[in-house]
């Protein structure tokens, strides 16, 4: 099982439809979770950290569970800017050398379509 | 404040050639990873070093590739003898403290000709 899994689609939506994405995590000990956003050629961006009770950013709305270990990313209103890569990572474990270990999801392809 | 700097962004050798990739970290970050990416992959991480140490080279071939990060300057990603398959994004990202987010430079785009 790979350490951090996401679907890679693409999805393709239509400006202003609702998408959600989820990421699962296969070590139970991680303690810190994020979202990036990958344009193509480009560097990978932070869109947002994952907390614990969830946290919204305008019309992003990123949510943890534990229980499950998956993480997930809610995207409302779609905009066409909004077409990129989404990566999923996640920081592991509490021991020395897990605490620096950020594992990346191979990215899930959003295309937003007019 | 500037953010992660890499240099150069693209960078064409002939295969044999050695290449050096070079990223500076944001200010008062003294962590670095480095990471590559194929094209149309996802991002592989090769290692991650503090000032003077190299803490976990797990994802780097075992010959031609090697890093550093010195006590001064910016951290140094070195592949000898090139060949084809080299050719890739190679990102470096640098971290304030454990848990926080990863800060990524624009990347150096290698071609191996």
């Known amino acids: 099982r790979k350490e951090v899994e996401q679907d890679p689609g693409p999805f393709n939506v239509p400006e202003g439809a609702t998408v959600a994405f989820n990421c699962t995590y296969s070590?139970?000990?991680?303690?810190?979770f994020f979202w990036y956003r990958q344009d193509c050629r480009k560097e990978p961006k932070l869109l947002m950290s994952?907390?614990?009770s969830g946290n919204e950013d305008g019309r992003f709305t990123a949510q943890l569970n534990r229980a499950s270990q998956y993480i997930s990313l809610l995207i409302r209103d779609s905009k066409l800017s909004d077409s990129a890569t989404y990566l999923c990572?996640?920081?592991?474990?509490?021991?020395?050398?897990?605490?620096?270990?950020?594992?990346f999801g191979t990215g899930t392809r959003l295309k937003v379509l007019a | 404040n500037a953010g992660v700097m890499q240099n150069p962004r693209h960078l064409v050798r002939r295969r044999g050639q050695e290449a050096r990739l070079r990223c500076s970290p944001m200010k008062g970050h003294s962590h670095v990873y480095w990471y590559r990416q194929l094209p149309e992959e996802g991002l592989k991480f090769m290692v991650y070093?503090?000032?003077?140490?190299?803490?976990?080279e797990s994802g780097m071939p075992k010959e031609r590739f090697s890093a550093e990060f010195p006590k001064e300057g910016p951290s140094i990603l070195r592949i000898q003898q090139v060949v084809r398959g080299d050719s890739a994004a190679y990102f470096c990202a640098s971290l304030g403290q454990s848990g926080s987010p990863l800060h990524f430079g624009n990347g150096t785009r290698l071609t191996v000709t």
């Open positions: 070590n139970s000990a991680s303690q810190s």
């Open positions: 994952v907390y614990s």
């Open positions: 070093l503090q000032k003077e140490n190299i803490i976990d």
């Open positions: 990572v996640v920081n592991g474990g509490p021991s020395d050398s897990g605490t620096y270990k950020y594992i």
